[in-house]
């Protein structure tokens, strides 16, 4: 058994979530950490900094059960138990391949769950290939599950850049409130700016791809930490969507919120100087922020599909 294996079984009793509804981020670190290059005394210090903040809470591992219908609880947080036992039966019935191919189009739909944490820890338990940490992000998805629906408008369409900008600046100009990403995104998609013009998207060919150059660029120019989980957020898209890609109609009114939610202000962007990926890489494994090895790992995986300098730039801007 590997060194993230054997953590993440030690991580699989500590709770989803802590304080006032934060996601851990504790399994999704210590992959990207894995994926960095880190060492196994690295994962293993990482772990024990963040496993510190649970205290001696713990959530016991249910025993696997399989539901008749897990879909009639979605976006319920208190049958996040029997979900996890749901999942925990399937996969060890059916294999990762086959349960994603039938989980992931009712979860697509929720795509915003904790802030887009439920399809990137999903996509993280994918890349890491353990059964155990995968049944928990499904569950987690479901039960976190939060539907962005909008309706498409008779207003002509927009093609990307302008649709994209059109709910940044709007962001800027909403007075949105809410302590956590997830009700801003839902206050967002109340606003008229949204019903009015969230579903005109045109989607371009590569529409994932276009979705993470913008969102690091934006990065790079503003720090903004809901951004950066629209960039995280992508790359999940894109690991998932070899299993069961999601449908336009549930994916682009989602980031739609997702970047009124941002308000962004733009400014220039940070350089670290003129680190190269290398650099970059080694400040990010060396970090106890989570958000930033997250991040790192993220923009190097986009920059293996499209070598668009935006990525450097969001991956140096995280690190300095």
């Known amino acids: 058994m590997n060194a993230l294996h054997t953590l993440l079984d030690r991580a699989a009793d500590l709770p989803a979530e802590y304080g006032d509804g934060l996601t851990s981020h504790l399994p999704m670190a210590l992959h990207a950490l894995q994926r960095l290059g880190a060492t196994d005394a690295r994962l293993a210090s990482f772990f024990e900094r963040y496993g510190a903040r649970f205290g001696a809470r713990r959530d016991p591992v249910p025993t696997a059960r399989r539901l008749a219908d897990w879909t009639t609880s979605r976006g319920d947080w208190e049958a996040f138990g029997v979900l996890r036992a749901h999942f925990a039966a399937a996969l060890a019935e059916e294999g990762a391949t086959a349960v994603l191919a039938e989980a992931l189009p009712p979860l697509w739909t929720g795509i915003a769950a904790a802030a887009f944490h439920g ?135 989602a980031v739609a919120a997702a970047l009124m939610a941002a308000q962004v202000q733009r400014r220039g962007a940070d350089t670290a100087g003129a680190w190269g990926w290398a650099e970059v890489n080694a400040a990010a494994i060396d970090s106890d922020d989570d958000h930033v090895i997250k991040l790192v790992h993220a923009c190097m995986e986009h920059a293996k599909h499209d070598p668009d300098p935006a990525f450097l730039a969001a991956a140096r801007c995280a690190v300095s």
Do not use: M
């Open 119 to 253: 399809p990137i820890r999903a996509a993280h338990a994918v890349e890491a290939g353990h059964a155990g940490e995968l049944a928990t992000a499904l569950a987690y998805w479901a039960a976190r599950w939060q539907a962005v629906e909008a309706v498409p408008p008779p207003q002509p369409p927009l093609d990307f850049d302008a649709w994209f900008d059109r709910f940044v600046d709007a962001g800027v100009a909403a007075a949105i409130d809410a302590p956590l990403i997830s009700g801003r995104i839902a206050k967002a998609s109340a606003t008229p700016i949204f019903r009015a013009d969230a579903a005109r998207l045109i989607p371009p060919a590569d529409a994932v791809g276009t979705l993470a150059r913008h969102a690091a660029r934006l990065y790079a120019q503003s720090r903004n930490f809901t951004v950066l989980h629209i960039v995280t957020a992508a790359r999940a898209v894109r690991v998932l969507s070899a299993f069961a890609a999601p449908a336009d109609p549930a994916l682009w009114p």
